[in-house]
């Protein structure tokens, strides 16, 4: 026999089965766990994260001062009280969900450094596959399971977005996306441009200010901020009466979304004088000297993009101080030594960041088939933004823009939990959602209203993400006033919902208008 090499096959992954299976270990997917274990006690789960530890976005982004830019006492989960400052920093964030994890147990359920290639739907089996590689051995991992819980968010972790301008092979410095932000990055004297107006840029401005030579946010348009105090006068004073924390976390949550919904209402019904109050906001820490237009008056009315919270202004105090500064201009190129502006204007920088934003990918770049077929997402009909028609078994978790995120993850979890378990009672293995006969004629529209919100990481990825009716249970209405009333009382028997032990494909629903006709 000749001396040839031997061809080694690869060992094939183990199978593990779960009833639910988590996708992600951020806020959503912790909150999540947390919620399966109180709700659906004796439910087998396994969550699954990519990244090396949990946190997810905090994790994530770790450019200087990151920071939350809603108050924790809404970010913070219901069931956990926040006893820090309102807005807190990605390290501060983390030890909280520390804390979540060991205080309820669920390190163990938790597989870091996995990541899902390919997630796959069989009724005949009314199961999903997951397959996927750990990213520690590049070992091939499969797991099965009744139900997937989508909670990887909606943007690509491993990178962020930047444009491609040009010249910007001739830059002799170096370009920075905040998100892959490096370690070893020496912003120490050096003249440094952020190009964004964002919360993102409104973060990292003022804690590289000081150190930098200079700091200018350079902005195609101006974006609204709420500066304030980083303090909660409610809750300090409850703690002075020694109020129990639950208690304190609980009043001090309700005050605060009392106060969004009016402050989101004035939005829509009196721009022009919410406009007014937020640029005096701007006005009270940047001095009365600085003209605010245009680097401070947005063309949109306020809340049809995100507002940024800038705690104790201290943007505008950097900016003030002429440690920062603001130009509003559209970027011709760049140039060896910075950017040249279409107004003709040059900004030199020895370090250039790029704050522009996400790139979105909705199912976590796994690739979905439903019983052997290519999903396309973008075919699908949300129902309430978190299910989809002819997507069995699966929920995602798609938060608020107006409101913070975890709110959303909240309510969707008691859904699912009260999902699970109905279907438990009624002996289901399988639940879509499906456009009624009623839902026939009703007009079938982007995901969500561009007039309504309209950032520019969501207008690039529409044509990614699933349509919505016109009706308040086909569409993700962003109006946590309303859902967390709603969502307790959906109908788990109306006709939206299609449940089936049958190995009969047609019974998930179809993608598309048909199943309603």
């Known amino acids: 026999m000749p001396d040839t090499a031997i061809l ?3 060992p094939e992954a183990k199978t593990e089965h779960f009833d639910v299976l988590i996708v992600g270990a951020g806020i959503s997917g912790i909150g999540g766990a947390y919620h399966l274990t109180q709700q659906c006690p004796g439910t087998s789960f396994v969550v699954l994260e990519s990244q090396d530890s949990f946190g997810g976005t905090w994790l994530t982004h770790r450019y200087p001062g990151i920071r939350s830019d809603s108050d924790l006492y809404t970010f913070g989960y219901r069931f956990k009280p926040w006893t820090g400052k309102p807005i807190a920093k990605a390290d501060e964030i983390r030890d909280y969900m520390a804390e979540v994890i060991a205080d309820n147990d669920l390190a163990r359920h938790i597989r870091y450094r996995h990541t899902i290639t390919r997630a796959a739907w069989s009724s005949a089996d009314n199961r999903w ?3 996927g590689t750990r990213g520690d051995t590049g070992e091939p991992v499969r797991f099965t399971a009744n139900f997937l819980w989508m909670c990887q968010g909606y943007y690509r972790h491993n990178e962020g977005y930047t444009p491609n301008w040009p010249g910007m092979e001739n830059f002799k410095g170096r370009i920075v996306h905040p998100q892959t932000w490096p370690e070893d990055l020496d912003y120490a004297g050096k003249k440094m441009v952020v190009i964004g107006s964002g919360a993102t840029a409104a973060t990292l401005i003022p804690s590289v200010a000081d ?5 200018t946010m350079l902005q195609r348009s101006p974006t609204y901020f709420i500066p304030a105090r980083n303090a909660n006068d409610l809750a300090d004073t409850l703690r002075q009466l020694q109020i129990d924390e639950t208690w304190i976390h609980e009043i001090v949550r309700r005050k605060i979304l009392h106060d969004q919904a009016v402050f989101t209402r004035r939005a829509f019904e009196e721009p022009e004088t919410v406009r007014k109050e937020l640029l005096a906001g701007v006005r009270a820490y940047i001095g009365p000297d600085y003209k605010l237009d245009p680097d401070f008056t947005p063309s949109y009315r306020p809340w049809r993009q995100r507002i940024a919270f800038v705690p104790d202004g201290d943007l505008f105090k950097g900016i003030r101080a002429g440690k ?26 020895d370090i250039i960041v790029t704050a522009t934003g996400f790139n979105m990918n909705a199912l976590g770049d796994i690739a979905f088939t439903i019983d052997g ?5 973008a075919d699908t009909v949300t129902y309430r933004g978190m299910m989809f028609t002819g997507i069995p078994n699966m929920v995602w978790v798609f938060g608020y823009f107006r409101a913070s995120w975890t709110l959303r993850a909240d309510l969707v979890a008691d859904f699912v939990c009260r999902l699970l378990n109905h279907m438990k009672e009624r002996q289901a293995k399988r639940v879509a959602v499906a456009l009624r006969p009623e839902d026939k004629d009703m007009p079938i529209l982007p995901w969500i209203d561009p ?3 309209n950032p520019g990481y969501l207008m690039r990825a529409m044509h990614l993400l699933p349509k919505r009716g016109d009706k308040p249970e086909w ?12 969502f307790p009382a959906i109908d788990l028997d109306d006709a ?3 449940y089936g032990p049958s190995a009969d494909a047609a019974d998930t629903g179809s993608l598309s208008r048909a199943a309603a006709e």
């Open 496 to 498: 939206a919902f299609v």
């Open 475 to 486: 569409q993700h209405n962003q109006d946590y006033w309303n859902e967390k009333d709603q």
């Open 129 to 131: 596959t997951i397959e």
């Open 211 to 215: 150190k930098a030579e200079h700091v």
């Open 373 to 377: 077929k290519a999903l396309d997402f």
């Open 324 to 349: 920062a500064s603001v130009v509003t201009d559209v970027i011709e190129r760049f140039t060896e030594t910075g950017i040249l502006l279409k107004s003709g204007k040059t900004l030199e920088a």
């Open 451 to 453: 007039e309504n919100f």
């Open 8 to 10: 080694t096959r690869a």
